[in-house]
């Protein structure tokens, strides 16, 4: 990894941290100074952007604002050459802007690598609730396969915990008809975790979008989908938990979850040197 790779510092702390405090106002307040303005023409959509939809209403409400008030928070852009510049940050700005007729945009400049790029790009689109779930989970992948993260990484990025990060990129293996669903908002990835086991998902899904079901209704059926006189489908969500304390503690962790009744959490051991570390770690105040 070359040094202008190297992974940003504190990039889970919030927008604000990636493109200096001064540089977002408080709302009504004018563009600060650490700010400059470049035409709109000068900008160009990042090729990481993970949101992939931007809703017409949604931009009409944005652009209705900025029209009155202008755009108050500045685009976060990274140079590409004269007077051509990536937005990074704040694409939907941009575009509410353009609606707006606005001829010039704030803007933050920054000398950006392509992971970082990446990185803030899924922050700024997190913390705002932007992304369907499919959208995440496509770039929290694209950030494990182009830049080498693990999941671990990811999650200490992004400020989410690993088993979020598992268990959103885990969506991806359901069949397109159901992420279409996810996509446009009729599921929810409560909802869809429930489907990852089972064999018709498709089926599944739509059984439980006439039937209303919540998330935890969804749960109960896919328990009793499970085959006759067959070991059950361990939870999702519990198998990445055991996964990820197993490998925190380099042992074998299994829990057994019992719904409402609670449940167990065994912890494996070879040897009576592991057996003494799990004391010790057990005893410890």
Same mark, same amino acid.
């Given at each position: 990894m070359t040094p202008k790779?190297?992974?940003?510092?504190?990039?889970?702390?919030?927008?604000?941290?990636?493109?200096?405090?001064?540089a977002v106002p408080m709302?009504?307040?004018?563009?600060?100074?650490?700010?400059?303005?470049?035409?709109?023409?000068?900008?160009?959509?990042?090729?990481?952007?993970?949101?992939?939809?931007?809703?017409?209403?949604?931009?009409?409400?944005?652009?209705?604002?900025?029209?009155?008030?202008?755009?108050?928070?500045?685009?976060?852009?990274?140079?590409?050459?004269?007077?051509?510049?990536?937005?990074?940050?704040?694409?939907?700005?941009? =575009?509410? $802007?353009?609606? +707006? &007729?606005?001829?010039?945009? @704030?803007?933050?400049?920054?000398?950006? %690598? *392509?992971? !970082? #790029?990446?990185?803030?790009?899924?922050?700024?689109?997190?913390?705002?609730?932007?992304?369907?779930?499919?959208?995440?989970?496509?770039?929290?992948?694209?950030?494990?396969?182009?830049?080498?993260?693990?999941?671990?990484?990811?999650?200490?990025?992004?400020?989410?915990?690993?088993?979020?990060?598992?268990?959103?990129?885990?969506?991806?293996?359901?069949?397109?008809?159901?992420?279409?669903?996810l996509q446009e908002g009729?599921?929810?990835?409560?909802?869809?975790?429930?489907?990852?086991?089972?064999?018709?998902?498709?089926?599944?899904?739509?059984?439980?979008?006439?039937?209303?079901?919540?998330?935890?209704?969804?749960?109960? =059926?896919? $328990?009793?989908? +499970? &085959?006759?006189?067959?070991? @059950?489908?361990?939870?999702?969500?519990? %198998? *990445?938990? !055991? #996964?990820?304390?197993?490998?925190?503690?380099?042992?074998?962790?299994?829990?057994?979850?019992?719904?409402?009744?609670?449940?167990?959490?065994?912890?494996?051991?070879?040897?009576?040197?592991?057996?003494?570390?799990?004391?010790?770690?057990?005893?410890?105040?």
């Open positions: 790779e190297e992974r940003p510092r504190g990039l889970g702390r919030g927008l604000s941290a990636l493109i200096g405090d001064e709302r009504g307040e004018p563009a600060p100074k650490a700010t400059r303005t470049l035409p709109v023409a000068f900008l160009k959509p990042g090729k990481y952007q993970p949101r992939k939809n931007f809703a017409d209403d949604a931009l009409a409400e944005l652009a209705a604002s900025i029209k009155e008030k202008g755009v108050l928070t500045p685009i976060l852009v990274r140079p590409l050459g004269a007077d051509a510049y990536e937005i990074v940050a704040g694409e939907r700005r941009w =575009r509410a $802007a353009q609606m +707006a &007729k606005l001829h010039d945009v @704030p803007v933050v400049v920054r000398e950006l %690598a *392509d992971a !970082e #790029a990446l990185e803030i790009a899924i922050i700024e689109n997190v913390q705002r609730a932007d992304l369907n779930p499919i959208e995440e989970a496509a770039a929290y992948q694209e950030l494990i396969d182009r830049f080498g993260r693990t999941q671990e990484q990811v999650a200490q990025e992004v400020g989410k915990s690993r088993p979020h990060v598992a268990n959103t990129i885990r969506l991806l293996r359901l069949p397109n008809s159901v992420k279409a669903l009729k599921l929810t990835a409560g909802h869809a975790r429930t489907l990852l086991n089972a064999p018709d998902p498709e089926a599944a899904a739509w059984e439980i979008l006439k039937g209303g079901m919540t998330v935890r209704q969804a749960e109960q =059926r896919s $328990a009793k989908k +499970a &085959k006759p006189g067959g070991k @059950p489908a361990k939870d999702p969500n519990v %198998a *990445d938990l !055991e #996964a990820s304390v197993s490998n925190s503690l380099g042992l074998k962790i299994q829990i057994i979850h019992k719904g409402d009744k609670g449940g167990e959490v065994r912890i494996s051991y070879a040897s009576l040197e592991q057996l003494d570390e799990i004391t010790r770690r057990l005893s410890r105040h």
